[in-house]
Nanobody, 122 residues
Framework: QVQLVESGGGLVQPGGSLRLSCAAS????????VAWFRQAPGKEREFVTA????????WYADSVKGRFTISRDNAKNTVFLQMNSLKPEDTAVYYC???????????????WGQGTQVTVSS
């Protein structure tokens, strides 16, 4: 079992930056691929980015490429999402998820955090 807790969300102006964290406990963290998904009101949950066990491979949705960066610190059992050049359309609840292999589909991931709200507005 893995417990995931997200933090770092908040209100930011367009063009601003935020750094989200996903802290894990309860299992060997570097056994898992970790992903970020987001869900805006009235929309389906969508894939944002993912990182493999070692941190050597990453994947991004086209909508965030060049603006968001995922990284992990296995010694601290934490995954980070650095979000730059934020746009109003990035507004959503952001969830981190852990699973045994990479996919852009939410159903593949076995463990989920409770989510953190990101609002991009002037």
């Amino acid at each position: 079992q893995v417990q995931l807790v997200e933090s770092g969300g908040g209100l930011v102006q367009p063009g601003g930056s935020l750094r989200l964290s996903c802290a894990a406990s309860g299992a060997t963290f570097n056994n898992y691929v970790v992903a970020w998904f987001r869900q805006a009101p009235g929309k389906e949950r969508e894939f944002v980015t993912a990182i493999n066990r070692s941190g050597g491979s990453t994947w991004y949705a086209d909508s965030v490429k060049g603006r968001f960066t995922i990284s992990r610190d296995n010694a601290k059992n934490t995954v980070f999402l650095q979000m730059n050049s934020l746009k109003p359309e990035d507004t959503a609840v952001y969830y981190c998820a852990a699973g045994n292999y990479y996919s852009g589909s939410a159903w593949v991931y076995d463990y989920w955090g409770q989510g953190t709200q990101v609002t991009v507005s002037s």
